[in-house]
């Protein structure tokens, strides 16, 4: 399942480091509530624009050439998974909303 990220909304907002929390705990606890894999993929998924330019274009980084997104996947029974991947996009959505300050 794929969850857009609204970087064209919200350009200066760090999705990434808010959806890897500190140290990458708040993926972590996503991935550990919910039994699915959480992957961010799409331009800017790599951390280093230098080495993202490399592997752009090469096989298994096909990705680098959509707008970022976060991927989730789970191998789970037929009968929860749904359940599980709509729990892993509705946290994910909410880490997805940027914070206002005034």
């Given at each position: 399942?794929?969850?857009?990220i609204p970087v064209d909304k919200y350009p200066t907002f760090n999705f ?87």
């Amino acid at each position: 399942m794929k969850v857009d990220i609204p970087v064209d909304k919200y350009p200066t907002f760090n999705f990434v480091g808010r959806i890897l929390g500190p140290r990458g705990n708040s993926l972590k606890r996503v991935e550990a509530n919910t039994d699915c894999r959480v992957l961010i993929r799409g331009r800017g998924s790599i951390k280093d624009p230098a080495r993202e330019e490399m592997m752009r274009g090469k096989p298994g980084y096909e990705h680098l050439n959509e707008p970022l997104h976060i991927l989730v996947e789970a191998e789970l029974p037929v009968e929860i998974i749904d359940a599980r991947l709509m729990q892993a996009r509705e946290i994910l959505e909410d880490l997805l909303k940027p914070v206002v300050c005034h």
